[in-house]
């Protein structure tokens, strides 16, 4: 993807981010990778507190992280690349539903230069829908940058149109495994509070008394010392929604510094991402009508920690 002049970016290191190294921080609150935060670092692209900022040097709470990240010349226009990791777990005429690894994005937007899912599907030769937005056709859902996971992409117009409806009816099932940091209280229940953009960040969300409705429910699969498992089923669909209410909960997913989570935890489990991932799907075909239903495995990063959750005492 070609680049234009970039976007100039200044923000406060939230408290959870302090002693991180600047790569790392810029990798969390700009949604880049590691890779592309330390090439913009070393491209003098970042400055903390005024002065050129090192790749290895450390971010304080409060310190001014100044970075100028790169614009993409045409939103519109996917470039195609071949994305190790994706796994793509059914096609056919109408429908792709794939596994997403972390780390990438389901599409281009200005500010990510990285790898896309849409990029992959047109390098790998999958047509799709050309309904929606340009940059994101096809698309009846996304994940973050930093959540794996299944997920489902249309291939057909009536697809996108069906399954597009089913998204905004709410009667697709999905759902969500969590690590998140205590025991939560009740270990099942209901978070039905409203979500918007965090008056302080515009990086991340918060719950918000003017915010759009939002409703994630939680049970508890396995409760252990310092952490426990959730099974999460979403009602609506907000960006960061279960990051942001178990925050509110104060029970912020396992490594989720921008919420709040403790990152000498984080550390001691080996994650540099939230510890979520989407694990099934359920639906009707937009075609045959049927129930279908398809699940993830979790990455080899979140069962290693929870391994390490499991033989904490």
Known sequence: ???????????????????????????RMFGLS????????ADGQVHLDGELAGKSDRVQAGSMLEATLPGVADPLTVEPELVAGIRIIYDDDSIVVLDKPVGIAVHASPGWSGPTVVGHLAAAGFRIATSGAPERQGIVQRLDVGTSGVMVICKGERAYSVLKNAFRQRTVDKV????????????????????GRHP???????????????????????AHRFASLLEVHLETGRTHQIRVHMSALKHPCVADLTYGADPTLARRVGLERQWLHAVRLGFEHPDS??????????PADLAHALEVIRDAH
């Open 289 to 298: 009508g049927e129930h279908v239903e398809f699940e993830s495995p979790y």
């Open 176 to 195: 969500y495994h969590a690590m998140v940091q205590g025991h939560p209280d009740p270990l099942s229940g209901t978070i039905d509070a409203p979500i």
């Open 34 to 41: 590691r890779t592309r935060a330390a090439a913009l670092i």
């Open 1 to 27: 993807m070609s680049e234009v002049r970039g976007e100039q970016r200044v923000v406060s290191v939230p408290e959870g981010l302090s002693g991180e190294r600047v790569d790392s921080a810029m990798a």
């Open 200 to 222: 302080k960040a515009d990086y991340k969300f918060a719950v918000m008394a003017d915010g759009r409705h939002s409703v994630t429910h939680y049970e508890t699969l396995e």
